[in-house]
């Protein structure tokens, strides 16, 4: 039966570090970036879902009937900056890997 792990970022950081992400990446015509504009034009685009993928709160929401479903472990990218050996720990308990505490240090 498959296993899920939900890596969630704070918003403010998804929205900064997708505009950086697309505002370096070409299309694939290789004649542009995929955006180009400033942040405030992409902060807007993002917010109201007017950019690739959506909103991304909609994303975030399409989760929510997955939170009581024991297949899926979230994290956020916070906690795993936070307390990775934690991390770790969850996701090896949640994928049910044989793995003791000293092969987990070692990772």
């Given at each position: 039966?498959?296993?899920?792990?939900y890596v969630?970022?704070?918003g403010?950081?998804?929205?900064?570090s997708?505009?950086?992400?697309?505002?370096?990446?070409?299309?694939k015509?290789?004649?542009?970036y995929?955006?180009?504009?400033?942040?405030?034009e992409?902060?807007?685009?993002?917010?109201?879902?007017?950019?690739?993928?959506g909103?991304?709160?909609?994303?975030?929401?399409s989760?929510d009937?997955?939170?009581?479903?024991?297949?899926?472990l979230?994290?956020?990218?916070?906690?795993?900056s936070?307390?990775?050996?934690?991390c770790?720990?969850?996701?090896?308990s949640?994928l049910?890997?044989?793995?003791?505490?000293?092969?987990?240090?070692?990772?």
């Amino acid at each position: 039966r498959a296993r899920y792990i939900y890596v969630c970022r704070d918003g403010r950081d998804a929205c900064c570090s997708f505009f950086h992400h697309l505002s370096s990446q070409r299309t694939k015509a290789g004649d542009k970036y995929v955006f180009e504009g400033t942040f405030a034009e992409f902060h807007e685009r993002w917010v109201s879902g007017r950019i690739e993928y959506g909103r991304w709160t909609d994303h975030l929401a399409s989760w929510d009937a997955a939170a009581s479903d024991p297949r899926v472990l979230f994290l956020t990218y916070e906690e795993l900056s936070r307390d990775l050996r934690g991390c770790v720990g969850r996701i090896v308990s949640h994928l049910a890997l044989p793995l003791g505490d000293d092969e987990v240090s070692s990772l």
